[in-house]
């Protein structure tokens, strides 16, 4: 793979990631908690499968937020789970510029992210609208996603 030398206008800024293990919720509790974080702002959520003391199967929760949100997520998870503590780490960042633009298909609008790298730049499909044309078209999501990128890519020919 070719790297190029050329330096990258990535802006600099402060992240958290908050943690917590879980090792007495259901796969529905658990599924509520992710909704409720990412309706509160959460910019991610996941989960891993993890072992605590005494061999128990459990949760790790990590919530990656800005550094404003450290207090109101950990709040939702104090209240969604049965948590006692969650940790926090906050972290330096790069981040490439980015936009959103649209793409049309039949008449619709279709949403693509639009990330610049230096003098380079990629688009990607926003997940919500190429759900919307696979299940519009009948197609499945790779058809779905080639028809709205490829769109894209012939508007700006």
């Known amino acids: 793979m070719k790297y190029s030398k050329q330096v990258v206008e990535a802006t600099r800024d402060e992240i958290a990631v908050l943690e917590t293990n879980i090792d007495d919720a259901t796969g529905e509790e658990l599924g509520y ?3 409720r974080l990412f309706e509160e702002g959460a910019r991610d959520v996941w989960y891993q499968s993890i072992f605590m003391k005494k061999n128990r199967p459990a949760y790790q929760l990590s919530v990656l937020c800005s550094v404003e949100d450290i207090e109101r997520l950990s709040a939702v998870i104090f209240r969604e789970t049965t948590s006692i503590g969650v940790r926090h780490v906050r972290m330096g960042r790069m981040v490439l510029p980015r936009s959103f633009e ?3 298909v039949d ?3 279709y949403s693509l992210k639009v990330v610049q790298n230096g003098e380079e730049s990629y688009a990607y499909p926003e997940y919500e609208d ?3 044309y696979a299940r519009s ?3 499945s999501f790779r058809e779905a996603y080639d028809a709205v990128h490829l769109a ?3 508007q700006k020919q």
């Open 102 to 104: 649209n793409a049309e």
């Open 107 to 109: 008449g619709e609008a």
């Open 152 to 154: 894209f890519l012939q």
């Open 130 to 132: 190429v759900v919307r």
């Open 137 to 139: 078209h009948d197609v």
């Open 33 to 35: 908690v992710m909704e």
